[in-house]
């Protein structure tokens, strides 16, 4: 589904980061970096989670109750405001026992702290809900159909990075101790613990182009 990272990359643009930067009180190329790093992580999981017929079911029912993308008529609006509780619970519900571990992959990426890092995710999990959101109402896709929604945009991104599938399952099939993510994380930015990595780099193209 490459619309829902065509929209994406229209909605995270130079003035939407700059605001998301403020919010969470770090460098802009910083935000970007941690961005690049975090939403290939969030869609991950977001798919793993629709792989099964319950996360599926529960999925749905989060988009028709809570995300029905109107958070993407005003993104740097919504980035100009604190996350609520409910933006951090839709952390937890996408990442379980693993948040932990992503925090800290994302943070070395970017070099954002923990508490800037949570900030961030619970900034972006809404934004990629109701991104989903709003492609189910166009597709009128079902349960069923949101793992096609979601594999579309992976399926997009692995073109572009063929070891980001790997990358991803060794992280999102884990057993939730986070204890396996920096090692993977480090293999994906080359040991440097830059954003310039291929992790790094994935969305630089969406996101406009070269830092």
Same mark, same amino acid.
């Given at each position: 589904?490459?619309?829902?990272?065509?929209?994406?990359?229209?909605?995270?643009?130079?003035?939407?980061? !700059?605001?998301?930067?403020?919010?969470?009180?770090?460098? +802009?190329?910083?935000?970007?970096?941690?961005?690049?790093?975090?939403? +290939?992580?969030?869609?991950?999981?977001?798919?793993?989670?629709?792989?099964?017929?319950?996360?599926?079911?529960?999925?749905?029912?989060?988009?028709?109750?809570?995300?029905?993308?109107?958070?993407?008529?005003?993104?740097?609006?919504?980035?100009?405001?604190?996350?609520?509780?409910?933006?951090?619970?839709?952390?937890?519900?996408?990442?379980?026992?693993?948040?932990?571990?992503?925090?800290?992959?994302?943070?070395?990426?970017?070099?954002?702290?923990?508490?800037?890092?949570?900030?961030?995710?619970?900034?972006?999990?809404?934004?990629?809900?109701?991104?989903?959101?709003?492609?189910?109402?166009?597709?009128?896709?079902?349960?069923?159909?949101?793992?096609?929604?979601?594999?579309?945009?992976?399926?997009?991104?692995? !073109?572009?990075? +063929?070891?980001?599938?790997?990358?991803?399952?060794?992280?999102?099939?884990?057993?939730?101790?986070?204890?396996?993510?920096?090692?993977?994380?480090? !293999?994906?930015?080359?040991?440097?613990?830059?954003?310039?990595?291929?992790?790094?780099?994935?969305?630089?193209?969406?996101?406009?182009?070269?830092?």
């Amino acid at each position: 589904m490459d619309d829902i990272l065509g929209l994406l990359g229209q909605k995270l643009d130079a003035r939407t980061i !700059q605001t998301l930067a403020g919010q969470i009180g770090a460098a +802009p190329q910083q935000t970007r970096a941690a961005v690049e790093t975090a939403v +290939p992580l969030l869609l991950g999981a977001l798919q793993r989670n629709a792989a099964a017929p319950q996360g599926a079911a529960s999925l749905l029912g989060a988009l028709d109750r809570d995300h029905d993308g109107s958070v993407l008529d005003n993104v740097a609006g919504f980035f100009g405001q604190a996350p609520t509780g409910a933006d951090l619970r839709s952390v937890e519900h996408i990442f379980g026992a693993r948040r932990g571990g992503v925090e800290s992959a994302v943070a070395r990426a970017s070099g954002l702290d923990s508490g800037q890092v949570m900030q961030l995710l619970a900034q972006l999990a809404p934004l990629l809900l109701g991104l989903l959101g709003r492609a189910r109402k166009t597709t009128g896709a079902d349960a069923g159909g949101l793992g096609d929604l979601l594999g579309g945009a992976m399926g997009r991104m692995q !073109q572009s990075n +063929p070891g980001l599938g790997g990358l991803l399952g060794g992280l999102l099939d884990a057993d939730g101790d986070g204890s396996s993510v920096d090692d993977l994380l480090g !293999q994906a930015l080359g040991g440097g613990g830059s954003a310039g990595g291929s992790l790094g780099g994935l969305l630089g193209g969406l996101l406009g182009g070269k830092r």
